[in-house]
C-alpha cells in the first residue's frame, strides 16, 4: 500500500509539471528598427523602407503593408512591402522590405506614412513613420519666413549659463528637402562691465558690432525637429547659450573649462537685433532682419 501511494504521489507530481510546461506559451515578438519614405517630385515615385527585427524564433513574418496618409488622416495609398535579400542568410534576425509606388498629382500637403505587420500566428505590429511635406513642385521657388517667436526681454541667470529659445516658421513650395540651411547672425550693442569678474587685473567690456555677424562660426543654425505649423510651415528651433551675468565659461561638473570658452567680466547686457536667413538648394534665399531684444541683468 505504502508503495503504491508513493507511485500515485510521483505520477500525480509529474503529471503536473507536465501541464504546467504545455500551458506555457510563448509570444511572438518583432520590432520596427527602421521605417521611413521618400519622394521624388520629378517621377512622383516614393519609396517605402522597413526593417523588421525578430525577437524571438516563435512564429514568422507573414505579410507587410504600408498606408499613406496626408495631414488630415485620409488614407491616400496602400501597398504590400516586399522583402529584399529573401534568400540571403544575412543576419537573418533583421528582415527588410521596401516598395516603390507612383502617385501623380499628388496633393501638397504634409504626409505620414504607417507600417503594418502580421506574423503567423495573426499577431500584428505597426510603426509609424516621421511626417513629410509633400510637393509636386519641380521649378525653383523662392523659400519664405512665415514668422518668429523670439522673448522681448531675456534675463541673464547671475551664475548659471542659460538657453535662449527661438522658433522659426519657414516654407518653401519645393519641399522641405530644398531647404540647404537656416541661420542667424546677431548685433550686438552691449553695456560696460563694472567689475573685473575674471580677475585678470582689467575690466574688458564688449565691442559693438558694426554689422550683423556670426563671428566666423559656420554652427549658428536653426534646425527642423519635423514639426510642422500651421498651412504646412516648416518649424525650425535654435536654443541659444547665454552667459551668466558674472561672465564666466562654461564648465563641466570637475570645474574645467568646456566648449574653447573664457571667463569674461560679465554677460553681455543691452540690445541685440538678430538677422534670420534661409537659403535653398537653388541659391535663392529670404532674409529678415532688425528683430529686437533686451538682455537684462537678474
Known amino acids: 500500500m505504502k508503495n503504491l501511494f508513493l507511485f500515485i504521489f510521483i505520477i500525480t507530481f509529474l503529471g503536473n509539471c507536465t501541464k504546467e510546461i504545455i500551458s506555457s506559451k510563448d509570444t511572438s515578438e518583432f520590432s520596427f528598427t527602421v521605417s521611413y519614405f521618400n519622394y521624388n517630385n520629378h517621377t512622383n515615385k516614393i519609396f517605402f523602407y522597413t526593417e523588421i527585427e525578430k525577437i524571438t524564433n516563435v512564429s514568422f513574418i507573414d505579410s507587410v503593408w504600408v498606408l499613406l496618409y496626408n495631414e488630415d488622416g485620409d488614407e491616400i495609398n496602400s501597398s504590400e512591402l516586399n522583402p529584399e535579400y529573401p534568400d540571403s542568410n544575412f543576419n537573418s534576425m533583421i528582415s527588410i522590405f521596401s516598395s516603390i509606388i507612383t502617385l501623380n498629382n499628388i496633393e501638397p500637403d504634409v504626409y505620414f506614412a504607417a507600417f503594418n505587420m502580421k506574423d503567423q500566428l495573426g499577431n500584428h505590429f505597426d510603426s509609424k513613420s516621421e511626417r513629410k511635406y509633400l510637393t509636386t513642385y519641380t521649378e525653383p521657388i523662392k523659400p519664405e519666413i512665415i514668422g518668429y517667436s523670439i522673448l522681448e526681454t531675456f534675463v541673464l541667470h547671475p551664475t548659471e549659463w542659460t ?56 554652427n549658428w543654425l536653426l534646425s527642423h525637429e519635423g514639426n510642422f505649423g500651421p498651412n504646412n510651415t516648416f518649424i525650425y528651433n535654435v536654443g541659444i547659450p547665454m552667459r551668466p551675468f558674472n561672465g564666466l565659461a562654461l564648465r563641466d561638473d570637475d570645474g574645467n573649462i568646456i566648449l574653447g570658452t573664457i571667463d569674461k567680466d560679465c554677460g553681455g547686457t543691452g540690445d541685440v537685433f538678430f538677422m534670420f536667413q534661409v537659403t535653398d538648394r537653388s541659391g535663392l534665399t529670404d532674409v529678415i532682419e532688425d528683430i529686437h531684444i533686451e538682455i537684462i541683468k537678474p
Not at 173 to 202: H, Q, R
Open 163 to 218: 538657453i535662449l529659445p527661438i522658433e522659426l516658421h519657414v516654407f518653401d513650395e519645393n519641399g522641405l528637402g530644398d531647404i540647404n540651411k537656416v541661420e542667424y547672425k546677431v548685433m550686438s550693442i552691449f553695456e560696460e562691465c563694472t567689475e573685473d569678474n575674471n580677475g585678470d587685473g582689467v575690466i574688458t567690456s564688449p565691442v559693438a558690432d558694426e554689422n550683423y555677424t556670426n563671428y566666423n562660426n559656420d
